[in-house]
């Protein structure tokens, strides 16, 4: 592939509409082989969102600006802003500064990586099935929160509970703190910096403890597109095999689940090293719309009967 050239003069002088932007945008961007994958699945959906920043549209209002030149003002902004993608690689939803999932927004920045979590199909019906009525559910954690977003998709969900949001990085809880301000969740939410799950110990057992954590093995994150690596390194990688932060998620769950509590994870591509890892303990994947089914639930009997108590000694 050879290497995309910047815009010249020239070529934007011949740019007017919106339509004409776009298209040169979404011919850049193909063949510059920028990488989707964070929030968005083409290049189509990157240009027009930036396109929405560059002139303010709403989404559902952004055909209006296809026939009409645009403004010098709009042009160069979103020139820059495909400049920015293409030869920086900055990610579009740092770009714009925000990012949707669930049909709702929350900021975002270099801070936190940008929300993309099977989670948002998962927690309306296939997690509640697991669980006692929804008035019924007090007390839910979310490891490792990030931006909140899960958090704020939990507590929206259940009316009734009360969720503890964590994770190991003060920079990404003042973003989550953020987003927890502006969806009105401050009484329902509390943030912890702590590692896993670990400052929870002194509260109340969870009927259901979520967690997106890091679990890119070191030497998939090497292989990762230049925009992946703009996404702070912790929110990504988890040791060698991935599993750092599940081992601990595994092992303190054990202690904090209610006995009918629910853990449960998203591991992306590590399935098999899940089974490799702890042969005997029944993992259940939940069904997602891409086939990837790569949410892991289990049991609170299931792991205290599988795992070691933190107390036992080894028998040798
Ligand atoms: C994959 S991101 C998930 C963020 C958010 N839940 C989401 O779905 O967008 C993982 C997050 O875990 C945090 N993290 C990494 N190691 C951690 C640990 N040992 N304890 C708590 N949080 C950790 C990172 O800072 C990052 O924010």
Redesign the pocket.
């Known amino acids: 592939m050879s290497a995309p050239t910047r815009p010249t003069p020239a070529i934007t002088a011949r740019l007017k509409t919106g339509g004409d932007c776009l298209g040169f945008a979404n011919k850049l961007f193909k063949s510059a082989g920028i990488a989707h994958g964070q929030g968005f699945v083409n290049a189509e959906e990157e240009s027009l969102t930036l396109m929405g920043h560059a002139t303010g549209l709403a989404w559902e209002k952004l055909p209006s600006c296809f026939k009409r030149a645009l403004t010098v003002k709009e042009k160069a902004a979103f020139l820059r802003l495909v400049e920015r993608r293409v030869f920086d690689r900055v990610p579009t939803g740092y770009l714009v500064g925000e990012a949707w999932l669930g049909g709702l927004r929350f900021r975002v920045d270099e801070r ?2 940008i ?3 099977y ?1 948002v199909e998962l927690i309306p019906e296939a997690i509640p099935q697991w669980l006692p009525p929804l008035a019924q559910v007090t007390d839910v954690a ?6 909140g ?2 958090a704020i998709l939990l507590a929206k969900h259940f009316p009734k509970a009360h969720v503890h949001a ?4 003060a920079p ?1 809880l003042e973003v989550a703190k953020l987003n927890v301000a502006e969806h009105k969740l401050g009484q329902r939410i509390t943030l912890h910096e ?3 799950l670990a400052a929870l110990f002194k509260g109340p057992k969870f009927d259901l403890i979520l967690s ?3 679990y890119e093995p070191e030497g998939i994150y090497r292989g990762l597109p230049a925009e992946f690596k703009k996404e ?1 390194k ?3 990688v ?1 040791g060698k095999d991935g599993l750092d ?1 599940i081992r ?1 998620l595994l092992t303190q769950a054990r202690e904090l689940l209610k006995p009918h509590g629910i853990l449960v994870i998203e591991v992306g591509g590590l399935q098999k090293a899940m089974h490799q890892a702890w042969p005997k303990l029944p993992m259940m994947w939940l069904p997602t719309e891409d086939g990837a089914d790569c949410v892991c639930l289990l049991h609170a009997a299931d792991l205290r009967r599988e795992l070691p108590s933190p107390g036992a000694r080894s028998s040798r």
């Open positions: 936190v990586i929300p993309r979590s989670f979310d490891a490792c929160t990030g931006s977003c899960l964590t994770d190991l990085s990404a702590t590692d896993t997106n954590p890091p702070p912790g929110s990504l988890s932060v601990k």
